[in-house]
């Protein structure tokens, strides 16, 4: 099980995916978080449930959370779902995604966030990533 997150400032530019780089483990069981890059990397090959969500200060028209496996975009399938909001302007927005992903040893997984306000944002996010085995792959 691993437990890691953000609280801070962060600039993310338009239109494009940016990994969040969460810096402080709440809970490593194995040492398997590493905060220096934002990664898990899994320890053993099995299923794993996976949960990201980020809450900031920025009214974009889309804020987008997804979880990455090994560099690439896990969505798109029954049993993913990417987290998406359409902006409230007078609200910090708050997205979640979670995602059950079958990982070999050594596969790695981020939190990436996407935003489409019209220009290279720096906001105030708090971001986190729980992740846990539940079982090996079929």
Do not use: W
Request: glycine share 10%; with cysteine; aromatic share 6%.
């Amino acid at each position: 099980i691993a437990v890691a997150g953000k609280v801070g400032n962060l600039t993310v530019a338009n239109n494009t995916s940016t990994v969040m780089v969460l810096d402080t483990e709440v809970v490593d069981r194995g040492g398997n978080f590493n905060t220096s890059n934002g990664r898990f990397v899994a320890p053993k090959a099995g299923t794993y449930h996976i949960i990201g969500a980020t809450r900031c200060n920025l009214a974009a028209n889309r804020l987008i959370a997804t979880i990455l496996k090994n560099g690439s975009d896990i969505g798109g399938s029954v049993g993913t779902l990417t987290g998406e909001l359409t902006a409230v302007a007078t609200a910090h927005q708050s997205v979640m995604t979670h995602a059950l992903v079958d990982l070999a040893v050594d596969d790695y997984i981020e939190l990436s966030i996407y935003h489409n306000k019209g220009s290279s944002e720096t906001g105030f996010f708090q971001s986190n990533l729980l992740i846990y085995r539940v079982g090996t792959s079929s």
